[in-house]
């Protein structure tokens, strides 16, 4: 009796590790299957400065997730950047914050906005209360395709913002085409998942009739299509691009001295 029992577990226990295997081939193979469906075109959304635009390969791509990091001290300069690549790319925008950053960094104002010429009346401005809020809102917010751009902005470096949370949300980005721009704020550039990663600081705008005009000195330091290179870029309010900024004429200080040349090196 007990080598009947112990052959009929033996049988059931084949059986179910059969229904596993066939099970887990049947998952392999779709997987496979996904993977070999060829994806949406490529689209590429031109930023209008001729150097940017050549190491983007035409553009800044649409459908996937890009990182903006701000120097100390130039967040400001950071948001106005991350709302110009928004208005670049067109579409309805929401804008993802935790509830404090306004304290800390200062309110998002619609007559800002408006300056950058981007309209106030296609911003969502979302606060939540901390970083997981703002992972499942952002999570929610990347499956609505009639998004152009979702903005997450994110404070200091929490440890819930890890390599799962940027796949996530660069998956997110790409299935349903929506653009993610990662706008981060005391945080220094580590793991690599994005398509680009920028670090910009603000610029004084030039004089004359350019006076007044935002000017950025953004760096790409990281592009999964190509070079990566620095750029001072003028954004133009009229024609809502970037371009080269003209800041005049500019005489190098002579580095052979020991307060330039430290300067220099540091």
């Not at 050549?54 to 967040?75: I, P, Q, R, T």
């Amino acid at each position: 009796m007990t080598f009947v029992l112990s052959k009929n577990r033996s049988q059931e226990n084949r059986r179910r590790k059969g229904r596993r295997m066939s099970a887990a081939h049947e998952k392999i193979a779709l997987l496979r299957a996904v993977l070999a469906k060829p994806g949406p075109p490529e689209i590429r959304v031109p930023l209008g400065h001729v150097g940017a635009d050549s190491c983007l390969g035409g553009g800044l791509k649409k459908a996937a997730l890009h990182e903006v990091f701000a120097a100390v001290s130039h967040e400001a300069a950071a948001s106005g950047f991350t709302a110009a690549l928004a208005a670049r790319v067109g579409g309805p925008l929401i804008w993802i914050r935790q509830d404090y950053a306004a304290l800390e960094h200062g309110e998002l104002a619609a007559t800002g906005l408006t300056e950058l010429g981007l309209d106030p009346a296609r911003v969502l401005l979302l606060r939540v209360p901390d970083v997981a809020g703002a992972l499942r809102a952002a999570a929610d917010a990347l499956t609505c395709a009639a998004l152009g751009t979702v903005v997450i902005e994110i404070v200091g470096a929490p440890k819930l913002l890890d390599l799962v949370a940027h796949r996530r949300l660069a998956l997110g980005a790409a299935e349903h085409g929506v653009t993610a721009l990662l706008l981060r704020f005391g945080a220094e550039p580590d793991i690599g998942v994005a398509e680009t990663r920028w670090c910009v600081r603000g610029q004084p705008s030039g004089d004359g009739e350019n006076w007044g005009r935002p000017v950025f000195a953004a760096s790409l330091a990281r592009n999964r299509r190509g070079p990566v290179g620095e750029w001072v870029m003028e954004w133009s309010c009229d024609d809502g691009e970037f371009r080269p900024a003209d800041l005049g004429a500019v005489v190098s200080a002579p580095a052979d001295r020991p307060a330039q040349a430290a300067m220099a090196a540091a």
